[in-house]
């Protein structure tokens, strides 16, 4: 990619000179210089100087995207050409979140493979947030996980909705919750949570939801990426878990039963985030397909 494109990026990822020369190695004036180049070329400002830092204008938001969207199509390229040149067999690299990973990943796994006997794949797992980045640099060429998010970093990408997700509240069988025919939000409080994810979504979602109905934040004993920690933990005592609704096989095969409450605490539809560039080499193109056969046809 050209240097000075880079130069730019960096720029606008710290929006700060002085951090931006720590990274890339170079002094503030050669920097400074290299941004006054891209500016003059375009005939445009590409950030607004502040006294503690650089802020982007909307026409460099708009030139960040497209650099954005450049650098990946060569990441993708680069890749492609070099598996050509050295008679690679097709590669994969997946981010998912820990619903797709747990429920979903095996199974079209297996079905790829059959396809591909001789595929190299890599599964990393996080959540969008952590992913989605490494997807737009190009060290990853699809996401699995929620769909909805807003924002620039987005904009590049093609994002397909592929299931619906409720979340329910789990415990061990002697948990008192379990004599009642429902429960409400409010029969909540009081008991502490383990919260199993790579993020604090999670406690984001139900304490929002105790916030609209008056109730005081969720009290968190574990937040942990593991399920089997937090299955080990939820058979000790009585804790609650918020989960999706695809984890209830496996938490009723370890001994957790689903608490009967009256509405689920929240629900969103969950997918896959793609570029147009990725989608185009084969390895992608077939995965993308079989999601379409499992989930769609």
């Known amino acids: 990619m050209d240097k000075q494109l880079y130069h730019f990026q960096v720029?606008?990822?710290?929006?700060?000179?002085?951090?931006?020369?720590?990274?890339?190695?170079?002094?503030?004036?050669?920097?400074?210089?290299?941004?006054?180049?891209?500016?003059?070329?375009?005939?445009?400002?590409?950030?607004?100087?502040?006294?503690?830092?650089?802020?982007?204008?909307?026409?460099?938001?708009?030139?960040?995207?497209?650099?954005?969207?450049?650098?990946?199509?060569?990441?993708?390229?680069?890749?492609?050409?070099?598996?050509?040149k050295s008679g690679q067999n097709i590669s994969l690299r997946i981010g998912s979140d820990n619903l797709?990973?747990?429920?979903?990943?095996?199974?079209?796994?297996?079905?790829?493979?059959?396809?591909?006997?001789?595929?190299?794949?890599?599964?990393?797992?996080?959540?969008?947030?952590?992913?989605?980045?490494?997807?737009?640099?190009?060290?990853?060429?699809?996401?699995?996980?929620?769909?909805?998010?807003?924002?620039?970093?987005?904009?590049?990408?093609?994002?397909?909705?592929?299931?619906?997700?409720?979340?329910?509240?789990?415990a061990r069988p002697e948990h008192k919750l379990h004599q009642q025919a429902s429960v409400t939000l409010s029969m909540l409080q009081g008991y502490r949570w383990i919260i199993y994810q790579h993020s604090d979504n999670y406690v984001w979602h139900i304490n929002e939801t105790f916030y609209e109905h008056g109730l005081r934040p969720a009290k968190v004993s574990l937040h942990t990426?593991?399920?089997?920690?937090?299955?080990?933990?939820?058979?000790?005592?009585?804790?609650?878990?918020?989960?999706?609704?695809?984890?209830?096989?496996s938490m009723s095969s370890k001994g957790l039963k689903q608490v009967p409450l009256v509405k689920p605490i929240h629900s969103f539809q969950s997918g896959v985030y793609y570029s147009e560039f990725a989608a185009q080499m084969p390895g992608v193109r077939q995965f993308l397909k079989l999601l379409d056969k499992t989930f769609i046809s």
Not at 47 to 57: A, N, Q, V
Not at 139 to 167: N, R
């Open 100 to 170: 797709w990973a747990e429920v979903h990943i095996s199974s079209l796994l297996d079905q790829f493979y059959d396809l591909n006997p001789e595929a190299e794949v890599r599964v990393k797992a996080g959540t969008v947030a952590s992913t989605v980045p490494e997807l737009l640099k190009g060290e990853l060429d699809l996401v699995l996980g929620k769909i909805g998010y807003e924002g620039e970093i987005f904009q590049a990408l093609t994002c397909k909705p592929l299931i619906p997700v409720k979340f329910v509240v789990v």
């Open 225 to 249: 990426a593991f399920l089997d920690n937090a299955v080990s933990q939820m058979q000790k005592d009585d804790f609650l878990m918020y989960i999706p609704h695809q984890l209830l096989n």
């Open 11 to 84: 720029v606008a990822k710290h929006q700060n000179i002085t951090l931006a020369c720590d990274e890339l190695h170079i002094s503030q004036p050669a920097l400074t210089r290299s941004i006054k180049k891209i500016e003059e070329q375009l005939g445009i400002e590409l950030f607004k100087r502040l006294p503690r830092g650089m802020e982007l204008t909307p026409s460099g938001s708009v030139f960040l995207n497209r650099v954005n969207r450049m650098d990946m199509e060569y990441q993708f390229a680069l890749k492609e050409i070099n598996a050509l």
